[in-house]
C-alpha cells in the first residue's frame, strides 16, 4: 500500500523505507533518529505524505530553513518555495 501512494518510495534505501514503513505504523508518531546524511528529511516528506498530514509545521534551526524548502520542493511535497512555504 506504501509504494502505490507515495511516489518516492520506490528511490529510497532498504533502510530508509523500512523507517518510514515504522513511521507509518505508528500513526507518524516516532523519533527518528538515524546518523547526519541518512535521509532523515525525505523519510519525514514520505510519512507526512503518505498520511497526509497537512497543514504542516516544520520546527528547525534558522540555519536549516532553506534546506527544508528545497527538499519539500525537490521531493515533490511542495510545488514552490514561494508559493507554499511561510518562513
Not at 501512494?5 to 527518528?32: H, N
Not at 503518505?50 to 497543514?55: A, E, M, T
Request: hydrophobic share 40%; charged share 25%.
Amino acid at each position: 500500500r506504501v509504494e502505490s501512494e507515495i511516489p518516492i518510495f520506490g528511490k529510497l534505501y532498504k533502510f530508509q523505507q523500512s523507517g518510514v514503513v515504522q513511521m507509518i505504523e505508528r500513526g507518524g508518531r516516532a523519533f527518528l533518529c538515524d546518523e547526519m546524511g541518512l535521509g532523515k528529511t525525505v523519510q519525514s516528506i514520505c510519512v507526512v505524505r503518505f498520511l497526509n498530514r497537512f497543514p504542516l509545521l516544520i520546527v528547525c534551526p534558522k540555519s536549516l530553513r532553506s534546506n527544508w524548502c528545497n527538499e519539500l520542493v525537490q521531493w515533490g511535497l511542495v510545488e514552490s518555495e514561494e508559493d507554499e512555504v511561510q518562513k
